[in-house]
T-cell receptor, first 112, second 111 residues
Framework: SQQGEEDPQALSIQEGENATMNCSYKTSINNLQWYRQNSGRGLVHLILIRSNEREKHSGRLRVTLDTSKKSSSLLITASRAADTASYFCATDAGEYGNKLVFGAGTILRVKS | DAGVTQSPTHLIKTRGQHVTLRCSPISGHKSVSWYQQVLGQGPQFIFQYYEKEERGRGNFPDRFSARQFPNYSSELNVNALLLGDSALYLC??????????FGEGSRLTVL
């Protein structure tokens, strides 16, 4: 079963606009990570936010974490056509780490 | 530096057969994890190995097994294949915890 649930399931925007994806989870976590996947290929790590952090930035990415609501959001600013991909949140709650639980993902399409 | 490499990239099997998938982690990474991704879903955790010891197992039947070798490469074995085993199998390596580095996956089709 999958812990994270992304919202929306699909998002279509114009180049230059911002894209916001949300993730909710069910149990306590050590950290939450966001990954990107192009067309059924391997996943690429985007950002990791620890349970004691509330916000983190990396380039055009901004991630927030609200542990009281068990939710996270990923904001991509000034989107580009190359940002078209599926985006997954993954929670790490395991004793040894690396046992990530992924959501079903958000499909982002950026139109040029 | 080479990333995580997986082989084969694509394979087709028939029901009841056995399959072995291979993974070479990034140099220096001692942890290898395996994930199954069915079309339209997120990856599901199958196994994690660290220093050749199993450190975690997901909710998969005993038909699924894995091992890690002294050079930290890993194999995932699936016996008695079912149609539902058709998926993209992803291998990921890491130092221990935190960020995972994924390979491009092995796409298995069971007919």
């Amino acid at each position: 079963s999958q812990q994270g649930e992304e919202d929306p399931q699909a998002l279509s925007i114009q180049e230059g606009e911002n894209a916001t994806m949300n993730c909710s989870y069910k149990t306590s976590i050590n950290n939450l990570q966001w990954y990107r996947q192009n067309s059924g290929r391997g996943l690429v790590h985007l950002i990791l936010i620890r349970s004691n952090e509330r916000e983190k930035h990396s380039g055009r990415l901004r991630v927030t974490l609200d542990t009281s609501k068990k939710s996270s959001s990923l904001l991509i600013t000034a989107s580009r056509a190359a940002d078209t991909a599926s985006y997954f949140c993954a929670t790490d709650a395991g004793e040894y780490g690396n046992k990530l639980v992924f959501g079903a993902g958000t499909i982002l399409r950026v139109k040029s | 530096d080479a990333g995580v490499t997986q082989s084969p990239t694509h394979l087709i099997k028939t029901r009841g057969q056995h399959v072995t998938l291979r993974c070479s982690p990034i140099s220096g990474h001692k942890s290898v994890s395996w994930y199954q991704q069915v079309l339209g879903q997120g990856p599901q955790f199958i196994f994690q190995y660290y220093e050749k010891e199993e450190r975690g197992r997901g909710n998969f039947p005993d038909r699924f097994s894995a091992r890690q070798f002294p050079n930290y490469s890993s194999e995932l074995n699936v016996n008695a294949l079912l149609l539902g085993d058709s998926a993209l199998y992803l291998c990921a390596s890491s130092f221990y915890t935190g960020e995972l580095f994924f390979g491009e996956g092995s796409r298995l089709t069971v007919l």
